[in-house]
């Protein structure tokens, strides 16, 4: 199954196969750091707004999709904020990868992960951090980066096929 | 001079952002430090009005899945569009890890350095903080000691350079984009010992809640193995 998390209200991207879109539906409230989806209820965040359940919708993804405008180099605040509230996706433990300290695994899928950005001023520097993101969000989540790509704008994503 | 604090962090109180930019305020000398918070998601057109008349804001957060927490980068969104991108003000950020390794904030550093860009904004460099989650357990003890000590040797560095760029001037500050180099450092604790600390510390929470250290593991109905 693909796991596309995406800011665009209304997704117009062909999709190939089985996927889920989590996108904005009403407003989302912001993880605030209680560590509550490591620790009182393990797996799932606390805070009940449509938007807890992202951590078990990774474990049953093959593929991670990011669709989002370019934010300085980040994905988008809508898309961060989903990010952020599924970080119980990994166990609270740390483990040593490849010398430097990240999360143990709670599950065992190995997702791959894509990013298709958008927005008509990225620069080459937000290009390059974006790009590090997608790598440093791999190695958190024990993962793989698949491909990275970047469009003007999101009606040029409606020609494509992810 | 004015330099705004500003606390990226989501809680208000009691954060390790907070405690950064209180050791941090300590060194700031010649300066009016003037303290804010970006703790939800938007940042007031008042707030931004008043950052837009500091000389120099200094960005204090957590590092969120590899960057900027969701709420920060929605404030960071607000501010560039009110900013005045004419003053020459210079940022500085602060990013604290629960990682071990100070240099697992650099793209956050980077995606601040990217908005200054967009925001007219002067980038004055950073400093990554490893080992920021067990700051508050941490003593202070007296300068140059204790496991906080690398921590504050870079906060005092990056308290000269805020000063010093005050004196120099606006349009020296504008003619070098980037002031100093980013500095990463790991609080002065052996790092399995700080795995080992931190592992105890989630067993502790867990029991709090009534629940046993295996649960820390649960997968929750509907997860995947």
Not at chain 1, 33 to 49: E, Q
Not at chain 1, 82 to 93: E, N, T
Not at chain 2, 156 to 161: F, N, T, V
Request: glycine share 10%; hydrophobic share 35%.
């Amino acid at each position: 199954m693909k796991l596309i998390i995406t800011d665009l209200e209304n997704f117009k991207v062909p999709v190939e196969g089985d996927y889920k879109i989590i996108q904005p539906q009403g407003n989302i409230r912001n993880c605030i750091g209680c560590f509550g989806c490591w620790t009182r209820t393990p797996g799932r965040c606390v805070i009940h707004d449509g938007y807890e359940n992202t951590g078990i919708d990774m474990s049953k993804c093959t593929e991670l999709i990011f669709v989002s405008r370019c934010y300085y180099g980040s994905v988008s605040p809508f898309v961060k904020t989903v990010q952020d509230r599924a970080i119980s996706y990994i166990h609270p433990d740390f483990v040593m990868r490849r010398g430097e300290m990240h999360h143990k695994r709670r599950y065992s899928n190995v997702i791959q992960l894509s990013a298709y950005y958008y927005g008509e001023t990225v620069t080459d520097a937000e290009k390059e951090t974006a790009r590090k993101i997608l790598q440093a969000n791999a190695d958190n989540y024990d993962g793989r980066v698949k491909n990275i790509y970047f469009y003007k704008s999101a009606e040029e994503l409606e020609g494509i096929r992810i | 001079m004015k330099t705004a604090l500003i606390n990226g962090s989501p809680k208000v109180k009691s954060s390790n952002s907070g405690i950064l930019l209180e050791d941090l305020k300590a060194y700031l000398v010649e300066t009016e430090a003037v303290e804010f918070g970006l703790h939800t998601g938007t940042a007031a057109k008042e707030k931004a009005e008043a950052l837009n008349q500091a000389d120099a804001l200094v960005f204090s957060f957590p590092l969120y899945v590899d960057g900027i927490p969701g709420h920060l980068l929605s404030c960071l969104a607000d501010l560039e569009e009110a900013s005045s991108k004419s003053k020459g003000i210079r940022v500085y950020g602060i990013v604290n890890c629960g990682f071990y390794e100070g240099i697992q904030a650099e793209p956050a550093l980077q995606v601040l350095q990217n908005w200054c860009e967009k925001a007219g904004y002067v980038w004055g460099g950073g400093v990554g903080v490893g080992g920021g989650g067990g700051l508050a357990q941490m003593p202070k003890t007296k300068s140059g000691h204790g496991p906080r000590e690398p921590i504050e040797k870079a906060l005092k560095a990056l308290a000269e350079a805020i000063c010093s760029e005050h004196v120099q001037g606006d349009q020296q500050a504008q003619d070098h984009q980037q002031i100093q180099e980013n500095q990463y450092v790991s609080v002065a604790f052996p790092r399995f010992l700080y795995k080992l600390a931190a592992q105890m510390g989630w067993r502790q929470m867990m029991k709090a809640s009534g629940g046993k250290a295996r649960d820390l593991g649960r997968r929750p109905e509907g997860g995947e193995d």
